[in-house]
Nanobody, 116 residues
Framework: QVQFVESGGGLVQPGESLRLSCAAS????????VGWYRQAPGKQKRDFVA????????NYTESVKGRFTISRDNAEYTAYLQMNNLKPEDTAVYYC?????????WGQGTQVTVSS
């Protein structure tokens, strides 16, 4: 069973930055792609935000391209999401998990609130 613990969220003003961390355990981290997802207030669904392959190739949803950067440190079993120029519509609970593995449980997530 792979487990993920997200951290780094907070309350920021529009235009500011945050760096989220995703610590993994329970499997060899370098063996799988990792994704960041978010659940906005009032929404049931978690939306894909960014993913990174085992080889370090990133991909992003259109709304965050140019603002967010995903990275991974395989030695530390950790993935990161650098979020710059945050907007109010980025407000959500952010989660990470393996890409394409439906059986993985969601972690607690980390709350990101962007408000003036």
């Amino acid at each position: 069973q792979v487990q993920f613990v997200e951290s780094g969220g907070g309350l920021v003003q529009p235009g500011e930055s945050l760096r989220l961390s995703c610590a993994a355990s329970g499997s060899i981290f370098s063996d799988y792609a990792v994704g960041w997802y978010r659940q906005a207030p009032g929404k049931q669904k978690r939306d894909f935000v960014a993913g990174i392959t085992t080889g370090g190739v990133p991909n992003y949803t259109e709304s965050v391209k140019g603002r967010f950067t995903i990275s991974r440190d395989n030695a530390e079993y950790t993935a990161y999401l650098q979020m710059n120029n945050l907007k109010p519509e980025d407000t959500a609970v952010y989660y990470c998990k393996r890409v394409g593995v439906q059986s993985d449980s969601w972690g607690q997530g980390t709350q990101v609130t962007v408000s003036s």
